[in-house]
Every structure is written in C-alpha cells, then in structure tokens.
C-alpha cells in the first residue's frame, strides 16, 4: 500500500510539473520572453522592435527568401562534393587492390551509403 501511494505520489508531481511547465512557456511566448524560432519569428521580431514599414517590410523578406535559396543551394553543392568525395577514395582504394581483391572489395566493401543515386561518374568496375 504505501508503494502504490508513493508512487502515485510521483506521478501526480510530475504531472503537476509538466502543466507548470507548460503554463510558463505559454506565457513566455505569450508576453515575447520567448520567440518562436525560424524567420518568420525573425521577421515579426524586427517588425514589432523597429516598427517597419510596409516597403522595408517587404525588402527584408526578399532579401531573407534570396539568403534562404542561396543557403539551400550552397547545402546542396556540398552534399554533392562530399559525395564525389567518398565515391572517388572508394575508386581509389579500389584501383590499388589486385583483381582477386577487387572482387571482395566489391562483393563486401560497396560504395558507402549517401544521399546521392548510386551510380556516379567515376564508377566504372564492369
């Protein structure tokens, strides 16, 4: 009996924490203590601070989209180097092994696994 009620004990405090929990972060939000991430929460931060006008407005969010496009293309030229990057080391070590070697290389060290499509320019084992 007093197992049950000390852990009903537990669980009505941790529950009692969690709503605490909650209650504040609304209000932080709420009162902007705390500012929900990303650029919108960015845009509506300088908006509110610095009282901007509609045309700055609009600037600023052109200039975010732009960033935002050149950052994702830049992410995606990365990731395609880095790719190009693993599967030629993988030629590499693969051109320094004898043909027997060559063979279980092949059959137990495939490429590594990368976002991109298997097949690649520099692939050329058959």
Do not use: C
């Not at 845009?43 to 935002?68: G, V």
């Not at 279980?104 to 976002?115: E, G, L």
């Amino acid at each position: 009996m007093g197992s049950s009620l000390k852990w009903g004990g537990l669980a009505l405090a941790a529950i009692a924490g969690l709503l605490l929990g909650f209650a504040i972060a609304t209000s932080a939000y709420r009162y902007h203590l705390l500012r929900v991430p990303g650029p919108h929460g960015f845009i509506d931060r300088l908006d509110h601070d610095l009282n901007l006008t509609p045309d700055q407005l609009h600037q600023i969010e052109t200039l975010l989209r732009d960033s935002h496009a050149k950052m994702d293309a830049l992410h995606e030229d990365f990731r395609r180097q880095h790719a190009q990057i693993i599967y030629q080391t993988h030629d590499q070590i693969r051109a320094l092994l004898t043909p027997e070697q060559q063979q279980k290389f092949d059959r137990d060290f495939s490429h590594p696994p990368t976002d991109e499509p298997h097949e690649h320019q520099y692939h050329n084992h058959d």
